[in-house]
């Protein structure tokens, strides 16, 4: 957010109508498109689409670690059936015979702050914690303080706790790539000594609340830098193409106008496979 | 879309109420996610964000060089610049104080027929031109006929031509690609025997009717067997990162509840750049 | 839809940047609003809000008959419980925390072909039967033909039919009030005919098709001279009370992420009462 | 929103599947509609849209001078020109050649903090006065105080400042009515206090900084006992119809795919006219 206070904002002059702003994005100019600086059409089979967005959201390219990890993350999120609120709204629009364009749209806007949003509240939780830790306390301290505030709230901290997973895969995943990736900062270190420190509360919550792929996320692109509100911008980015493959399916297989119960639903899809040995990105 | 016809639809008695509805997308069970019946948790740092996209989308893995395709069309699209109406539409909600979101959904609704909607409508502009090759005309011929008939009725066909660039080097860039690649298939070949076929009416439109970004999207997509709607949700996905960083410079560089004015921009990034030897996807 | 064909769009250059565009709606000056010429503080106390939509909208106050007319309509769409697909989108959206802005606009998104959209539909199929009484048939043959149209192409006529309803209460209701203002015209007294002529197809439908509340709406909006995506935009000024009103039951009365079932609802409100006589717009 | 803590929305079992959730506003059964327990067919004809919208809102059916109040306040804002964001939004979707809904639910969506949601913040603001008179202040010293504040933060408090408008003709006119009708309760009293408490502040602020439009919803709203998000949700009933007119204009008069500058338009509509005597609500 702009720091203008609303005195600013309201009780200045208007500014005159030739005065120029500025966009630091990309230059558009007859047969030439430069994103950042570099020519798009030189990006194009050089830069995979997660380094692509990296360096269009960040302003630089991404080292090979930070591109392969930024690539994991929007894997974790691709999609995750269809009882989440933004494809139940997805759908509910894509029976209606709408547009693709306002199916994911009317998803998109389903990423409120009980879903996807807990991204950026976790980075600040996390931030309030490494405050604590530059006046004085040892990480475990400070991961002990924030966890028992939450708590003593009655809240369990953002990032944490799953209705269906008890440990999320994902997040476990991006912890281990983290490690591997040589790109674990205070952050990650900050979050996992938290959901230790939350286990002394299991009693109080009633089950295990172990760090979600909200929380993995959040922790990962704090450490690489990310401003608050692009945490959740990668969220987005991720689970698009979910909304767009529940807008498509809805349309492919279900007839107009029905009422969509999510209780009702049935897999009937690939069993298990694996991945042919080699890939990686 | 479903084939019912509105006499189904609103004549047919209601589904009994524990009738179970299908999806193949993803299997969600405790601590336990399948897309399309790889493990979530294991395609991370295996699959590219791109790769994953695919197999969402198509339901299988893609080769090495649909890989490696897929990711330059998702690149190909990633930003234009301040003066699209989807990125407009995104600023005017962000100057609001508007959650992110918000403002991206607001853009995604400006991919409108006239901006974004092209990739479908060249689709189906291409597969008409190819039923004719299979009631006995030569490519030629076929491009020739539908190029006429656009043109007779006063239209451009869906595709072709851009307000700023004469010869769009995304287009360039992704024939190059779809040729080195081995990928190109007979709509590519078609749309290219339309651009040349489009030459003959220059004078008519008054200047080059290149294809642009959209049509070459169209071509490449159709080769690779994608439906017509998952043409343009390609393109949703590639721009979604444009509309996130406009959105989050509007709210970081400027005062909230500004006119936007886009005559008014002026470039003050980075200077033209060149990518480091070696890199590629 | 503007007229102009994509030739024009793309081929010509571009207007001179200090070129002024035009706009007759609303007059904006220091201590001043003008709508469509009326100072909007007079209008306000001396013009209800269905005669002030009307004039923004057409440009002309309406007469006292048709502001009557024009309530009627917007009171007839302005709820229709859980089951719509806007509905649940917009409960879906309300889960999830989001702002209220952002549950109707989700809502707004899904009034799509098949859901809303019938009163354009409708609007153009009346008008298909009236240019058929302008070259010499009677209504009666024009209303048989083009019901036989659409039950020939095994479709229902848009604005008939309802999945709840035999004999849809709001449409009775406004062909009543549209009779006793005397402001039925052509529309009105074609779609009427084509009521009559859909029964002898009840067979094939399987069962009555009334005149649905989107028919009636179109069929006065017609006679009252409203663009066709003007019939549209009256439902969404009618239904968005509603969405707002589930929004903010939705965010009262149930905890957040819950998954919603519409099936599973169940109507706890208050019960059939009659209102006080004399009340009338 | 729900008071429900995070605790108890993720540590808990789901509910049973089979349980049944409550809604009180429409029962919708075969041929009948009951808005509020009266049928709705019986509502039209007999309540303005206003006090339908009222009805729906709130329970009950609001008395004759309130159904004159609501219909001022939702005439009040039905539209502002054409340099609002939320209207340049929706001329951004509109010139992409996207359908009606799509442009409306776009300006929806730039309804912020800083744009219409200045309603409910401004009810926050009167009700934090109402609670210091409570506890002993008298109305005057409580608007002082929270004026004082308000300046001491170098905020322009919610509801007061206009960059057009240094007397906004449309909350003088809301006022006005409120002491006729004989509405005005302590919420009006205590921001007409804070309007001349803002005085002394004057120098500080540049300019005059009186009630705005916004800020007169916010206090009759609240002295009508609305919930704050209601509030908003009035505003946004109000511009519906406004962005659906602007929507409407810019696809009728303007070519597709223009850039548009809001400092180039130009009003061109009808001239300043009068009511005819005796319209009245």
Same mark, same amino acid.
């Given at each position: 957010?702009?720091?203008?206070?609303?005195?600013? +904002?309201?009780?200045?002059? *208007?500014? &005159? &109508?030739?005065?120029?702003?500025?966009?630091?994005?990309?230059?558009?100019?007859?047969? +030439?498109?430069?994103?950042?600086? @570099?020519?798009?059409?030189?990006?194009?089979?050089?830069?995979?689409?997660?380094?692509?967005? @990296?360096?269009?959201?960040?302003?630089?390219?991404?080292?090979?670690?930070?591109?392969?990890?930024?690539?994991?993350? $929007?894997? /974790?999120?691709?999609?995750?059936?269809?009882?989440?609120?933004?494809?139940?709204?997805?759908?509910?629009?894509?029976?209606?015979?709408?547009?693709?364009?306002?199916?994911?749209? /009317?998803?998109? $806007? &389903? %990423?409120?702050?009980?879903?996807?949003?807990?991204?950026?509240?976790?980075?600040?939780?996390?931030?309030?914690?490494? /405050?604590?830790?530059?006046?004085?306390?040892?990480?475990?301290?400070?991961? #002990?303080?924030?966890?028992?505030?939450?708590?003593?709230?009655?809240?369990?901290?953002?990032? %944490?706790?799953?209705?269906?997973?008890?440990?999320?895969?994902?997040?476990?995943?991006?912890?281990?790539?983290?490690?591997?990736?040589?790109?674990?900062?205070?952050?990650?270190?900050?979050? +996992?000594?938290?959901?230790?420190?939350?286990?002394?509360? #299991?009693?109080?919550?009633?089950?295990?609340?172990?760090?979600?792929?909200?929380?993995?996320?959040?922790?990962?692109? &704090?450490? $690489?830098?990310?401003? @608050?509100?692009?945490?959740?911008?990668?969220?987005?980015?991720?689970?698009?193409?979910? $909304?767009?493959?529940?807008?498509?399916? #809805?349309?492919?297989?279900?007839?107009?106008? *029905?009422?969509?119960?999510?209780?009702?639903?049935? @897999?009937?899809?690939?069993?298990?496979?694996?991945?042919?040995?080699?890939?990686?990105?």
């Amino acid at each position: 957010m702009a720091k203008t206070s609303t005195l600013d +904002r309201r009780a200045q002059p *208007r500014k &005159a &109508a030739s005065e120029r702003w500025n966009t630091a994005l990309t230059l558009i100019e007859s047969n +030439r498109i430069l994103v950042r600086g @570099y020519p798009l059409d030189e990006m194009m089979g050089r830069l995979g689409f997660a380094e692509a967005v @990296y360096l269009l959201l960040m302003g630089e390219l991404p080292t090979r670690a930070i591109g392969r990890m930024l690539n994991a993350v $929007l894997v /974790s999120s691709l999609d995750h059936g269809v009882t989440p609120p933004s494809t139940l709204a997805t759908r509910n629009v894509a029976t209606t015979g709408a547009p693709l364009k306002d199916c994911v749209a /009317s998803g998109i $806007l &389903a %990423f409120g702050p009980h879903h996807g949003g807990d991204i950026e509240s976790c980075m600040l939780f996390l931030d309030r914690g490494l /405050s604590l830790v530059r006046s004085g306390q040892t990480l475990q301290q400070a991961a #002990e303080q924030i966890v028992d505030e939450s708590a003593a709230a009655n809240e369990v901290p953002p990032g %944490f706790g799953h209705r269906i997973h008890t440990r999320d895969p994902r997040a476990a995943r991006l912890f281990q790539m983290s490690l591997e990736l040589e790109l674990e900062g205070e952050h990650v270190r900050l979050i +996992r000594a938290a959901e230790r420190a939350l286990t002394r509360h #299991e009693q109080k919550f009633g089950r295990p609340m172990p760090v979600n792929v909200d929380g993995a996320i959040a922790a990962i692109c &704090a450490d $690489l830098g990310f401003a @608050y509100e692009l945490g959740n911008a990668l969220f987005l980015i991720s689970r698009l193409p979910g $909304l767009i493959a529940h807008a498509h399916e #809805e349309r492919s297989r279900q007839d107009p106008m *029905r009422q969509i119960d999510p209780k009702d639903h049935h @897999y009937d899809g690939a069993r298990e496979r694996r991945l042919p040995d080699g890939s990686r990105t």
